[in-house]
């Protein structure tokens, strides 16, 4: 099992800043691959941005050259150039190998214009 808390989220004027930040706990040493997932008002989850252990990272196009995913021993995702279609409820997620996924409860980030 792995548990997942999410923190950073919060409201910011077009073009701010904002760093989200994802607590990892429990299974750690299994863990294939973390993601930034988001889902807009209305709209479904979406993949943001994907850290591979010692493999290339995966950015999503509407975010690619402004947010930046990274990890130490907590999962991160800097947002620059905030936009207000950035603005929906973020989910840290991690697979296993097994495909097993973990998510944890999001974090709302706004975007006014």
């Known amino acids: 099992q792995v548990q997942l808390l999410e923190s950073g989220g919060g409201l910011v004027q077009l073009g701010g800043s904002l760093r989200l930040s994802c607590a990892v706990s429990?299974?750690?040493?299994?863990?294939?691959?973390m993601s930034w997932y988001r889902q807009p008002p209305g709209k479904e989850r979406e993949r943001v941005a994907t850290?591979?252990?010692?493999g290339p990272t995966y950015y999503a196009d509407s975010v690619k050259g402004r947010f930046t995913i990274y990890r130490d021993n907590m999962l991160y995702l800097q947002m620059n150039s905030l936009k207000p279609e950035d603005t929906a409820i973020y989910y840290c997620?991690?697979?296993?190998?097994?495909?097993?996924?973990?998510w944890g409860q999001g974090t709302q980030v706004t975007v006014s214009s």
């Open positions: 997620n991690c697979r296993l190998p097994s495909g097993t996924n973990f």
């Open positions: 429990g299974s750690v040493g299994n863990i294939y691959t």
């Open positions: 850290f591979f252990s010692g």
